[in-house]
């Protein structure tokens, strides 16, 4: 299969996984790494995150016209976002990301181990809090989730929407359309980082983008008709996918 057509299928199933779930990263990134081996690291960044940011928003746009989505607790989570991912960033020149890589499976298998465990979590929707307490507390979540994000990143999506449904009392419908809306106010900002630099082959970015917002109509679609059901089995299995994943990762980067 020629690297153009892997690479564009790859963007459509991509789009379709993270508009259900999160975790499209790990379908889109590693096709392009393997299709274009040669090319800069920094240039599959910056066109990778200019693909996923268009079925993002896209995603976000759908939910957020069938469901009714926290602006006044989304707004200041998104500038927490951003902070926090600037932070993780610049903390990312200065310390080593080595424990993060041993301990990210750990954790992942703790979430995943709550989730089946809990067989009722995030299946209704009934918000924990109100108000600004609720703002407060998705700021924190996001804050923290951004700053991961900017230091480290794989699997800020499935953190994202794990903490909104356990510690804000949302569904899964609910804590997926939020998680979409942070991740175009941080994957907008690293876009611009690459875009400045010259790091986004657009002739490639620009198919990656439609084949992705096409998924991402298919997966948003899906979600909204199989509601939290859908939502929590996608997410199982995307978590499960990032613990073999950083797993495998972890183990070299140990020994």
């Known amino acids: 299969m020629l690297p153009l057509t892997t690479v564009i299928l790859a ?17 889109q990134l590693p096709a392009m790494i393997a299709a274009y081996p040669a090319a800069p690291a920094a240039t599959l960044f910056g066109t990778n995150k200019f693909a996923s940011v268009w079925g993002t928003s ?28 600037a932070c993780g960033a610049w903390l990312a020149t200065r310390v080593s ?14 979430v995943l181990a709550y989730t089946l465990w809990r067989k009722d979590l995030g299946r209704v929707h009934a918000p924990a809090f109100r108000g600004s307490a609720e703002a407060a507390a998705a700021a924190g979540i996001a804050l923290t989730i951004g700053t991961y994000d900017g230091l480290f990143g794989p699997g800020t999506g499935s953190f994202l929407v794990f903490f909104f449904v356990r510690v804000l009392g949302y569904d899964f419908l609910h804590a997926s359309g939020c998680a979409k809306v942070i991740n175009i106010a941080t994957n907008l900002a690293a876009l611009a980082v690459f875009a400045t630099g010259g790091h986004v082959w657009w002739p490639l970015a620009v198919g990656m983008a439609c084949a992705n917002v096409a998924g991402s109509v298919v997966g948003t679609h899906l979600a909204l008709r199989g509601g939290s059901g859908l939502v929590r089995g996608v997410f199982i299995a995307v978590v499960s996918v990032l613990i073999l994943k950083t797993g495998y990762d972890a183990w070299f980067a140990w020994t």
């Not at 963007?11 to 379908?27: K, N, P, Q």
């Not at 469901?67 to 607790?73: C, E």
């Not at 990301?97 to 703790?110: C, E, K, N, Y």
């Open 58 to 85: 896209w995603a976000a746009a759908a939910y957020g016209r069938r469901i009714r989505l926290p602006w006044h607790a989304l707004v200041p989570a998104v500038a927490a976002a951003v902070g926090g991912a």
């Open 11 to 27: 963007s459509l199933l991509a789009g379709c996984v993270d508009a259900i779930a999160g975790g499209g990263g790990l379908i």
């Open 97 to 110: 990301d080595h424990w993060l890589r041993v301990m990210l499976p750990v954790i992942l298998s703790t």
